[in-house]
């Protein structure tokens, strides 16, 4: 089983900024895709950024302003969230795929973390 921790969510003024981070720890035996996904009330959960060896993938809403990076020596993504706008507002969610030594893919997701863009 694999556990995520995240951290770094808050309230924060429109224009200011936070970085978010998850770690996994647990028997992990390769990650294929570590990232965040949101969730604002009323609203479906979208994918913000993920990472993955192949590359990374940014949603427009939130390109030029938010930067996802990877400690992979820590199992560790970190959100760099930069000219926040209220509409930033929602929860934040890890989202991490891992393989298995059978190959197999399996996906966890964190806790969430609220994130609050309001003067």
């Known amino acids: 089983q694999v556990q995520l921790v995240e951290s770094g969510g808050g309230l924060v003024q429109p224009g200011g900024s936070l970085r978010l981070s998850c770690a996994a720890s647990?028997?992990?035996?390769?990650?294929?895709?570590m990232g965040w996904f949101r969730q604002a009330p009323g609203k479906q959960r979208e994918l913000v950024a993920t990472s993955a060896n192949s590359g990374t993938n940014v949603a427009d809403s939130v390109k030029g302003r938010f930067t996802i990076s990877r400690d992979n020596a820590k199992n560790t993504v970190y959100l760099q969230m930069n000219s926040l706008k209220p509409e930033d507002t929602a929860v934040y969610y890890c989202?991490?795929?891992?393989?298995?030594?059978?190959?197999?893919?399996?996906?966890?997701w964190g806790q969430g973390t609220q994130v609050t863009v309001s003067s």
């Open positions: 647990g028997s992990i035996f390769s990650i294929n895709v």
């Open positions: 989202y991490v795929q891992t393989l298995s030594r059978m190959f197999k893919f399996n996906d966890y």
